[in-house]
């Protein structure tokens, strides 16, 4: 069977199959690297930006036969740094950044990593790299970055799972293949102007793979492609992402002021409640001086002085007043301790 049914083509054919893919720019002028089959026939060309930012584009230079396209934007943009594939050997780790997927995945760019598994593609292509980083529809034409975040190479293709499949018996597992970046210098030489002279020079190496993920997301761009209804399709996404992020922050925003009434309900009730304890507490203190004035007094009735019969009973009377007086008061502060322990009660039902 011919390679190219072996092979799938890693467009994307997302919102209402209009294509899509990615790129990245080499210059600051604006010069933007992407797989000729992600722009092949269009109409009109736009890239999408990670902030948001939609550029159209036009058509500088074509390489069908290593499926490359140079295009050109207007302003200032930040370049990936190319280096020759001849600096690469097997086994160096790698990844990619780009837009897979989109009606599933959505618009941010998505990393992938891998190694170089082959310095040649299928058949033996010496233009290609086999590579095991997972590639999807829509990371045709992203970069293929060392960990220094230099390019090496072009998200191209992988393994047709299916055409795989039949012929011997098994599954592909992360088979992809990118052109080297060679074949990107080479289509650079073919220009008037000497844009090979506008590349910026390699990079240092980074921490990790985020930090080359961070130096990359400033340079790669969505490729789209009969893009009016992609555009507006992209827009309208955009804006039921940032209403549901809107109404996030409202229930959020409505929770936390849910959570801050029933604090200070909470601290509003420990308040009363600690008001009610402390009444309660002085009206125990005066029943316990009252009892124990009752006590006392009950233990010394008055004492027969000799006095006459009248004022006997006087004393005994004012006696019988005075215990009488202190059993009521403390009759009334019982009554009064149950109110405020009901009030208690009543606080924390």
């Given at each position: 069977?011919?390679?190219a049914?072996i092979?799938?083509?890693?467009?994307?054919?997302?919102?209402?199959?209009?294509?899509?893919?990615?790129?990245?720019?080499?210059?600051?002028?604006?010069?933007?690297i992407?797989?000729?089959?992600v722009?092949?026939?269009?109409?009109?060309?736009?890239?999408?930006?990670?902030?948001?930012?939609?550029?159209?584009?036009?058509?500088i230079?074509?390489?069908?036969?290593?499926?490359?396209v140079l295009?050109?934007?207007?302003?200032?943009?930040?370049p990936?740094?190319?280096?020759?594939?001849?600096?690469?050997k097997?086994?160096?780790?790698?990844?990619t950044?780009g837009?897979?997927?989109?009606?599933?995945?959505?618009?941010?760019?998505?990393?992938?990593?891998?190694?170089?598994?082959?310095?040649a593609?299928?058949?033996?292509?010496?233009?290609?790299?086999?590579?095991s980083?997972?590639?999807?529809?829509?990371?045709?034409?992203?970069?293929?970055?060392?960990i220094e975040?230099?390019?090496?190479?072009?998200?191209?293709?992988?393994?047709?799972?299916?055409?795989?499949?039949?012929?011997?018996?098994?599954?592909p597992?992360n088979?992809?293949?990118?052109?080297?970046?060679?074949?990107?210098s080479?289509?650079?030489?073919?220009?008037?102007?000497?844009?090979?002279?506008l590349?910026?020079?390699?990079?240092?190496?980074?921490?990790?793979?985020s930090?080359?993920?961070s130096?990359?997301?400033?340079s790669?761009?969505l490729v789209?492609?009969?893009?009016?209804?992609?555009?507006?399709q992209?827009?309208?996404?955009?804006?039921?992402?940032?209403?549901?992020?809107e109404?996030?922050?409202?229930?959020?925003?409505?929770?936390?002021?849910?959570?801050?009434?029933?604090?200070?309900q909470?601290?509003?009730?420990?308040?009363?409640?600690?008001?009610?304890k402390?009444?309660?507490?002085?009206l125990?203190?005066?029943?316990d001086?009252l009892?124990?004035?009752?006590?006392?007094?009950?233990?010394?009735?008055?004492?027969?002085?000799?006095?006459?019969?009248?004022?006997q009973?006087?004393?005994?009377g004012?006696?019988?007043?005075?215990?009488q007086?202190i059993?009521?008061r403390?009759?009334?502060?019982?009554?009064?301790?149950?109110?405020?322990?009901?009030?208690?009660?009543?606080?924390?039902?």
């Amino acid at each position: 069977m011919a390679t190219a049914a072996i092979l799938v083509l890693v467009a994307g054919q997302s919102f209402a199959q209009m294509s899509s893919g990615t790129g990245f720019f080499i210059t600051r002028s604006g010069h933007f690297i992407t797989s000729h089959h992600v722009v092949d026939g269009a109409n009109k060309i736009l890239i999408r930006t990670v902030d948001g930012t939609v550029l159209p584009a036009t058509v500088i230079a074509n390489d069908r036969v290593n499926d490359l396209v140079l295009l050109k934007v207007s302003g200032k943009t930040t370049p990936l740094p190319l280096i020759p594939s001849r600096a690469v050997k097997s086994g160096t780790s790698v990844i990619t950044i780009g837009f897979p997927n989109l009606d599933i995945q959505g618009v941010e760019p998505k990393i992938t990593s891998g190694i170089v598994s082959s310095l040649a593609g299928i058949n033996d292509d010496p233009t290609q790299f086999q590579i095991s980083v997972p590639v999807q529809p829509g990371n045709s034409g992203g970069p293929l970055l060392t960990i220094e975040g230099n390019v090496i190479g072009v998200i191209a293709s992988k393994l047709n799972a299916v055409t795989t499949f039949r012929q011997t018996g098994t599954l592909p597992e992360n088979v992809s293949y990118a052109v080297k970046a060679s074949y990107i210098s080479a289509l650079l030489e073919t220009q008037p102007l000497p844009v090979g002279a506008l590349l910026p020079t390699s990079q240092k190496k980074a921490k990790d793979f985020s930090e080359i993920a961070s130096r990359a997301e400033k340079s790669i761009g969505l490729v789209l492609v009969d893009t009016n209804r992609m555009v507006e399709q992209i827009k309208a996404r955009e804006s039921a992402k940032k209403d549901k992020a809107e109404q996030l922050e409202k229930s959020e925003r409505t929770q936390r002021e849910a959570d801050d009434r029933a604090r200070q309900q909470k601290t509003e009730k420990e308040q009363q409640a600690n008001m009610i304890k402390y009444r309660i507490t002085l009206l125990e203190r005066d029943r316990d001086v009252l009892v124990n004035q009752y006590n006392i007094l009950q233990q010394n009735p008055p004492k027969n002085l000799g006095g006459s019969a009248t004022t006997q009973g006087f004393m005994q009377g004012e006696w019988n007043i005075k215990l009488q007086e202190i059993s009521d008061r403390v009759m009334q502060i019982n009554q009064a301790r149950a109110a405020e322990i009901r009030k208690l009660e009543d606080l924390y039902r």
